[in-house]
Structure formats: structure tokens, C-alpha cells
């Protein structure tokens, strides 16, 4: 599966995004979808997963309550809500297929980089 990430930009703090991570090549009805981040100098973190019917989530604490992963498998699509951002958000935001786990995504496809800027 090739996986497009977008909907990155820059926003200001309190501000909302919503990125979208299409799929091509397969159907994401076989697979887990999540996102991960990575920060400049730092490593590339797990935020957030969903199972393949979307009936379970999971989240880093650090995104609990404001950011919601979605899918819709009719469009092939995953998405990441995110609101009330803050200047710690400010990473490339990757999108990813594999297997979920209760703690994060195991991710065996990975999208490319989408760029969220957060502003103070």
C-alpha cells in the first residue's frame, strides 16, 4: 500500500488542523492506521492509532483530548483531527498502516512527511 500525506501547514496556537492520509495500491481495510511525529532533533513518536473498523483508538498522552484519529475505508482514507495545537506540536507528521497494539501502531507502510508549523 502507498500511502499521501497532507494537510499540513502553519497555524497559530490554539488553532486546528486536519490531516489526511490517502491510500493507494490496497485497500486500508486490512490494516491499523496511525500517525507519527518527529521533531526537529528529536526522535519520531507514536500519536495516534486506529484498528481497522475504527472501532479503537489510542493516543499519546500528550494529544489525549484535543487531537481524533479517523478512517474511512470507502475513500481509503485516514485522518487526524487536531486542535487546540501548541508550539510542542510543531513536527513532520507521518502517516502509517500496519497493526495496532494498544499502546501504539505497529507500522509496516509508511506515507511521507506532512510539515505542521505551530506558531506562539
Known amino acids: 500500500v502507498q500511502l499521501q500525506a497532507s494537510g499540513g501547514g502553519l497555524v497559530q496556537a490554539g488553532g486546528s488542523l486536519r490531516l489526511s492520509c490517502a491510500a493507494s495500491g490496497d485497500t486500508i481495510r486490512h490494516y491499523a492506521m496511525g500517525w507519527f511525529r518527529q521533531a526537529p532533533g528529536k526522535e519520531r513518536e507514536f500519536v495516534a492509532a486506529?484498528?481497522?473498523?475504527?472501532?479503537?483508538?489510542n493516543y499519546v498522552d500528550s494529544v489525549k483530548g484535543r487531537f481524533t484519529i479517523s478512517r474511512d475505508n470507502a475513500e481509503n482514507t485516514a485522518y487526524l483531527q487536531m486542535n487546540r495545537l501548541r508550539p510542542e506540536d510543531t513536527a513532520v507528521y507521518y502517516c502509517a498502516a500496519g497493526r495496532y497494539s494498544d499502546v501504539s501502531l505497529v507500522a509496516d507502510y509508511w506515507g511521507q512527511g506532512t510539515l505542521v508549523t505551530v506558531s506562539s
Open positions: 486506529v484498528s481497522r473498523t475504527g472501532t479503537r483508538t
